[in-house]
């Protein structure tokens, strides 16, 4: 039986995938994983919808909708407790679950929309901390050798918002994720500048887990960066660009600008993606398109109030990237998931 995509990604946008799996039981993915190979076409493993454009004209190939529960705990020693989560945990609720346990690992992820299973893909990351910097394992069936894998963090080629699962799309689907996070009453040092802020802490410092999580999600709803359950900001994808790295004479001119430039866990030097949009022009709340426009609160994540095509969409980003090449000569690049729209 088919779905909808509209039905299943956070922007409720997307056609027909006639060919649909839910997998929901860990024990029986052999069985869900034979049926996929034998249908045409490469898999696209979908969680939560939250970061995926789905085209207009839906997906002719298989869709595996990750929907698997189940958290287990080991203890290593007095400090190390290896959680391993089934993919389609919800990310935001493991973080929180993982604070009330008194582990710290993970609490500045809570907040973010989706599944554990999909945050590996693009290392999933917010105020500092990113999944790869807990994770100690992925378990990932290749559907090119039909085996599978225990994936150690050196095989995935983490990097900013990126992974091998991220550049070879189709090739992998993530069954579960393994952390190591540590037995602690303190949350990892807060090196976001507005969360400490916010939390009225110096940077550096490491603020008691709860206190932590809540201030994430406390920041988060004020910027903007948690899907509201209904108005105008409640269809959409979160961030649309990457930050994108900038040369020298780049960060020279946007530095000069008053743009923030800040190194990423990669060490490299980047832009802030939303500030790059305002100063081409655009702001919070703005129509770009009939049907699209800016989130109320952020420029970098628009938002669909009424009808619209996922091609509509996908126009209007390419446009955008264009303002801001013209405007600064950076190029920005997707942070979306496009089924078909772009590779
Ligand atoms: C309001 C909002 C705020 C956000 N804030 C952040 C943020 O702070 N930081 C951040 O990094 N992201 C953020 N995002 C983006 C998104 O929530 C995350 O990237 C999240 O990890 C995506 O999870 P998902 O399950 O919804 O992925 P989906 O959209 O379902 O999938 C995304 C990609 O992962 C692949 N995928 C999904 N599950 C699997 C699996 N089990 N195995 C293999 N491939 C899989 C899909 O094929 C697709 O390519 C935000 C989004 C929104 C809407």
């Keep these: 039986m088919g779905e909808l995509l509209a039905d299943h990604t956070t922007l ?16 029986t993915w052999r069985d869900l994983a034979r049926a996929v190979h034998r249908t045409p076409g490469r898999p696209f493993t979908l969680g939560g919808g939250s970061n995926t454009l789905a085209a207009d ?4 190939g298989p ?8 958290i287990s705990t080991r203890a290593l020693d007095h400090t190390t407790v290896e959680v391993t989560a089934q993919a389609g945990e919800d990310l935001s609720s ?22 554990i299973g999909a945050a590996p893909v693009q290392n999933t990351g917010a105020y500092g901390q990113q999944i790869a910097d807990a994770l100690t394992r992925v378990t990932a069936y290749d559907w090119r050798t039909g085996r599978t894998l225990r994936l150690p963090p050196t095989a995935c080629a ?3 918002r990126t992974s091998t699962f991220k550049t070879h799309p189709g090739r992998f689907t993530i069954l579960s994720v393994t952390l190591h996070l540590t037995r602690s009453p303190l949350a990892a040092p807060v090196t976001y500048v507005h969360l400490a802020d916010h939390l009225g802490t110096p940077l550096a410092t490491r603020p008691p887990l709860t206190e ?4 994430v999600l406390t920041h988060r709803a004020e910027r903007g960066l948690l899907i509201p359950e209904s108005g105008p900001d409640s269809r959409q994808a979160g961030s649309v660009f990457l930050n994108p790295t900038v040369t020298h004479v780049q960060a020279v001119s946007i530095r000069t600008a008053g743009g923030p430039l800040y190194r990423g866990s990669d060490s490299q030097l980047r832009a802030s993606a939303g500030w790059l949009l305002e100063h081409a022009g655009h702001r919070p709340g703005q129509q770009l398109a009939p049907g699209i426009r800016c989130s109320s609160r952020r420029t970098l994540t628009l938002t669909a109030v009424s009808p619209t095509t996922a091609s ?22 997707p942070e979306l998931f496009c089924m078909d729209l772009w590779p």
């Design 63 to 70: 869709v595996i909708r990750m929907a698997t529960t189940g």
């Design 312 to 333: 509509a969409y996908a126009a209007v980003v390419g446009s955008l990237a264009k303002r801001a090449y013209n405007a600064h000569g950076v190029q920005l690049r």
């Design 57 to 60: 004209s839906g997906y002719n």
């Design 158 to 160: 983490f990097g900013y």
């Design 212 to 215: 932590a999580a809540n201030a």
């Design 94 to 115: 493991l973080a929180l679950w993982t604070v009330s346990e008194g582990l710290s690992g993970i609490e500045y992820l809570a907040g973010i929309p989706g599944t």
């Design 12 to 27: 409720r946008l997307g056609g027909p995938a006639p060919h649909w799996f839910t997998h929901a039981d860990p024990a």
